[in-house]
């Protein structure tokens, strides 16, 4: 690996090892026809708990926990592993193939939004609730939404790839990674050493974008990689990674199309709240 040279042109081995290696190609579009299901609700999610489909779950949580009843959703699982993103109805709702997708059927004709930032921004002005209007307040949430779009993928494709999923340890691409995502999260946590929530006072989305992904990274819940990051130090990140998991919607929108971890904690679909069950409300009462 270390004496690789690359060829003048770059061709595509599908044998290249990884978790992933048998969904990953260097094509778009479908590989096969299949319609999406389309429940009961005007807002159709098709999705799977990866961080960056838990930003959109627990945001919906949290709009009908604040009262707004026009966020009640249809979540479909896509078994990204199985290669269902690839679906001729999936890749209508979203052309890049990566979840989450979302369809708003209220609209005439349904309107698709894609990538998860695009969801967030949609949903928080379509019911006016955890985006600022104030412009200075706005922007600062939009800032650190974005900051979180550009910085994630440094944190996942990057040192989660080489650290927890390549097929071999590259000790160059995990120092490299691993450098990057502690000076990401020591910046986080200098800067809710300053404020509450990322951007400023008030609970936003930027909280809800940024949360499951770096929240669960300072919590030792992703890759396995607490120790080796050395999480601990980083207290103001832990202090606010712990309000935010311990928020009842949070701890739903968590659990909605969740395959993997304890099955007590997976909704593999949810079309109503109450397919949340009486043990799990249980569960998800809010802490005294």
């Known amino acids: 690996m270390t004496d690789y040279t690359p060829p003048k042109v770059w061709s595509f081995d599908r044998e290249n090892g990884g978790r992933f290696a048998n969904i990953n190609r260097p094509v778009s579009g479908a590989t096969h026809q299949k319609a999406l299901p389309v429940g009961k609700h005007p807002l159709q999610l098709y999705s799977l708990a990866t961080p960056n489909g838990q930003k959109v779950t627990i945001l919906l949580e949290e709009l009908l926990a604040a009262g707004f009843t026009g966020a009640e959703y249809d979540a479909w699982l896509v078994n990204i592993g199985e290669g269902q993103q690839f679906g001729s109805g999936f890749v209508g709702a979203n052309p890049n193939s990566k979840i989450p997708a979302l369809v708003d059927h209220s609209l005439n004709p349904p309107l698709r939004v894609f990538e998860s930032g695009s969801i967030l921004v949609y949903l928080a002005e379509k ?8 412009l200075r307040a706005r922007t600062e949430c939009l800032n650190w939404l974005f900051w979180q779009m550009g910085s994630a993928p440094f944190l996942g494709g990057g040192f989660g790839h080489f650290y927890a999923y390549a097929p071999v340890k590259i000790q160059y691409a995990i120092d490299r990674y691993a450098m990057e995502t ?7 946590d200098k800067r809710l050493g300053e404020s509450v929530y990322v951007a400023g006072p008030d609970y936003t989305i930027a909280d809800m974008a940024i949360w499951p992904w770096y929240g669960q990274m300072a919590q030792g819940k992703l890759y396995e990689a607490g120790e080796f990051l050395s999480v601990s130090e980083y207290k ?6 712990d309000a935010i998991g311990d928020r009842a919607a949070v701890r739903r929108g968590r659990m909605v199309n969740k395959t993997s971890g304890d099955p007590s904690q997976q909704l ?6 109450s397919d949340f069950d009486t043990k799990t409300q249980d569960k998800l009462a809010p802490k005294s």
């Open 127 to 134: 019911f006016g609730a955890f985006l600022p209007k104030d």
């Open 182 to 188: 502690k000076r990401q999260l020591d910046l986080l």
């Open 236 to 241: 103001n990140l832990r202090r606010w990674a």
């Open 268 to 273: 593999h679909e949810r079309h109503d709240a």
